[in-house]
């Protein structure tokens, strides 16, 4: 819908993938869920699609302006087939599930904006080692069980400011990387509040390292950007 805003008032519900493309912004009222395979977004708009009876197997996003998004069980970031997972233009994007993971198959990029995810599952990367799954400004993770790892897959993060990770009781974070390798860029803050004892975050920074340990009992990290 070219330059219109879109309201979603009736239950959406499709077998395979459902596409939104507006410029201009998407919301849904009670009852306006959205029930599909895969759901694709783009064309610059603004999606703000926070009820908690959404139920979509996977998310892509291209060239598209803030995303808020709530699914009912477990969210995967990729894998729809039309994007390489969530790419908002300098936008924020907020993802939650109300029970469930979320997998970071594909990356999440918002230069400059702010990437939020809140699983009450865990918080995993389905991603090759090494790949950086979150690009933004600032960054949050918070999971009611883990944040961590498929094998040996670290959740990387290239961030410009600041990163705030939680797990949940009983959880743990496992391997979060936190990587920019590029000079005068401020200082970073990283707050690992995690309610659980005795996990371990490895963090890689290219600045200065600054850390609120909260009660995890251990924290390594580097400023060197290796």
Known sequence: AAGSDISIQQAVSVSSNFALLARGCVTQTAGGTINSDGLLLGLGGNFDLDDASNDVSSIEACNAGAITFRDTNALQVGGVGGFNGVDTNCANVNLSTVAGNIVLAEPISALGAFVTLNAN??????????????????????????IGVVGSNAVEMLVLASVSVQSGLGGSVDAVNVINTSAGLGTFALDLADANLG????????????????????VSGSTNGS
């Open 121 to 146: 599952g865990n918080i995993v990367s389905a991603q090759a080692p090494a790949t950086t799954e979150i690009s933004s400004g600032l960054a949050a993770l918070q999971a009611g069980g883990s």
């Open 199 to 218: 996990f371990t975050a490895q963090i890689k920074l290219g600045n200065t390292l600054s850390k609120t340990a909260g009660a995890c009992q251990s």
